[in-house]
C-alpha cells in the first residue's frame, strides 16, 4: 500500500540554525501539507500546498518557514532559524484530488532545538 | 470561529467494555468529519470519516461514529475494548471540500485500557 515517508525521523539542531524536513508524498497525489505536535498538544495546521504554490498557511507559518517540491517527488518544509518553540513533530500529509477528503499522513519527523 | 472540541483528555475503560470519545464541533456549515489514531511514536492513521450520506459510519478496528447534525457531534464508539486500542484519538474537522482543505483537530483524547 502506498504510504507517505518522512526523513529523517529525528532531527536535533542548535538554535538558529537551518534544518530541512523531508517528505515523499504518496505518488499520484497532488495536494501537500505541513503539520506540526508540540509535545503533549495538538496537531496543528501549518500550511499546504498545490500547484506549486501554498494554498494556505496558518499564523504559525511566519517568514521563517518555507516550503517547496523541488523534483516531482519530494516536498520539504525548510526553517531558517530554528528556536526552540521549533521544537515539535513535524507530520506531512498528502491527498489525491480524486478522493478529496483523505489526508494520508507520514510517521512524522521529531525536531529538538537546542 | 469554527472549532474543535474532544471533551476528556483521559478515558480509561476495561478491557471488553464499551469505548466512547466524545467529539462536538461548531461550523456554521456542516463539516467533514474524521477520527484519527496515534499509537506511541507513529503517526496518525485514519480510522473513519464523515463526509455525506449515511451519518452512521464504520471504520477499521471495529470502531465507528455518528454524525448527528443537531448535536453538532461525531463520537466515536466501540462495542468491546481490546489492549491493542490503547492509544491516542484525534477528531478533526475540515471545512471546504473539493480544495487543499486542512484538517482542523481536537486537543486528542488518550484511551487506557486496563485488565
Known amino acids: 500500500e502506498p504510504e507517505v515517508t518522512q526523513t529523517p525521523s529525528h532531527q536535533v539542531t542548535q538554535m538558529g540554525q537551518e534544518v530541512i524536513l523531508r517528505c515523499v508524498p504518496i505518488s499520484n497525489h497532488l495536494y501537500f501539507y505541513w503539520y506540526r505536535q508540540i509535545l503533549g498538544q495538538k496537531v496543528e495546521f501549518l500550511v499546504s500546498f498545490y500547484n506549486n504554490e501554498i494554498s494556505e498557511k496558518s499564523e504559525i507559518f511566519d517568514d521563517q518557514f518555507s516550503v517547496e517540491r523541488p523534483d516531482g517527488s519530494n516536498f520539504t518544509l525548510k526553517i531558517r532559524s530554528t528556536k526552540l518553540e521549533d521544537s515539535a513533530m513535524y507530520f506531512c500529509?498528502?491527498?489525491?484530488?480524486?478522493?478529496?477528503?483523505?489526508?494520508?499522513f507520514g510517521p512524522g519527523t521529531r525536531l529538538t532545538v537546542t | 470561529a469554527q472549532s474543535v472540541t474532544q471533551l476528556g483528555s483521559h478515558v480509561s475503560v476495561s478491557e471488553g467494555a464499551l469505548v466512547l470519545l466524545r467529539c462536538n464541533y461548531s461550523s456554521s456549515v456542516p463539516p467533514y468529519l474524521f477520527w484519527y489514531v496515534q499509537y506511541p511514536n507513529q503517526g496518525l492513521q485514519l480510522l473513519l470519516k464523515?463526509?455525506?450520506?449515511?451519518?452512521l459510519v464504520k471504520g477499521i478496528n471495529g470502531f465507528e461514529a455518528e454524525f448527528k447534525k443537531s448535536e453538532t457531534s461525531f463520537h466515536l464508539t466501540k462495542p468491546s475494548a481490546h489492549m491493542s486500542d490503547a492509544a491516542e484519538y484525534f477528531c478533526a474537522v475540515s471545512f471546504r471540500t473539493g480544495t487543499a482543505s486542512k484538517l482542523t483537530f481536537g486537543t486528542g483524547t488518550r484511551l487506557q485500557v486496563t485488565l
Open positions: 500529509a498528502s491527498k489525491s484530488e480524486r478522493v478529496s477528503y483523505e489526508q494520508y
Open positions: 464523515y463526509t455525506t450520506g449515511a451519518t
